[in-house]
C-alpha cells in the first residue's frame, strides 16, 4: 500500500504542476483578449473609485443640501445633485461600494452552495441526487428576481437578506452545472485507477473531480455576477433593498424616476454606472470562457 501510496502523491505532483501550467497559459490567453482586458480596466476602475470615495469627493452621500436641490451638472457638482441637495457623483461612488459588495457576497452564496449540491448530487448519485435535484428544480421553477422577493419577503426588508435572496436565486445555475461536469468528470479512468488503489472518496472528489470543474464554475461566476447586481439593484429600485438615504445605485434608481423628463442626471448616472459594470464583469467573463475553453484554440 506504500507504494500505492507513493504512486498516487507523485501523481497528485504532476497533476499539480500541469494546473500551474495550465493557469499560466490561461493568463497568457487572457492578455492577449483586448476584450477582456477592457472589462478588468473598467472593473478596476470602480472599484477603486469606490474605495476611495471619501478622499475623491468633499460631499457627504447622505446629509442634505437644500439649497442645492435638483442642481444641473456643473464644475462644483460633476453629476449633479438629487432632491435633497446631495450631490449625485459621491452618492454614485459610495454606491459602488454597496453594490458591488451584495453582488459579491450574494454570487459567493450561490456558487459555494451550489457547488457542494451539483458536487454531492453528481458523485455520489442515486437517492442523494434525486432529492437534491428535487429541491433544484423546485427553485427552478421561479425566474431569478421571483425567487429572491419571495426571499425578501419572508425573511424581511433588509440588505443582508437581499444578498441571501440573491444569492438563492444562483443556487440552480451552479448546482445543474457542476452536476453535469461531475457526472462526466468521475467516468475518466484516473479517477476508477485512484479508486482501485484504495483512494478515499473524500480524496478523489477533492483532487480528482474538483480540478475538473473549476473553470466552469469560475466562467459562470463572473458572468452570473452582473445578474446578481442586476437582481440586486432591482430589488432596491422596488423599495425591497437598501433603505433611505442609502446611496445604492438601484436604490437611487428608483429615487430618480419622477425627475426624468426634467431633471435627467438624478437617475442616468446611476443607470450608466450598473450599465458600465455590468458591461465589465460580461467581458472578463467572455474573455475567461473563451480563455479556458480548449476548443477556441
Known sequence: MSALATRTDMLDGVSTKKARGYASDTMMRLKRNPGAMLGLILLAILIAVSILAPVLTPFNPTSPELRAQLSPPSSTHLFGTDEFGRDILTRVLHGGRISLTVGLIALSIGAVLGTIFGLVSGFYGGKIDAILMWFIDVLLAFPGILLALLVVSILGVELRNVMLAVGTSMIPRFARLVRGTVLSAKENLYVDAARVTGVPESRVLMRHILPNIISPVIILSTLSLG??????????????????????????LSDGRQFLQSQWWVATFPGVAILVTVIAVNLIGDGLRDALDPRMH
Open 227 to 252: 445578474t446578481a447586481i442586476i437582481i440586486a439593484s432591482g430589488l432596491s429600485f422596488l423599495g425591497l433593498g437598501a433603505k433611505p438615504p442609502s446611496p445604492e445605485w438601484g436604490a437611487m
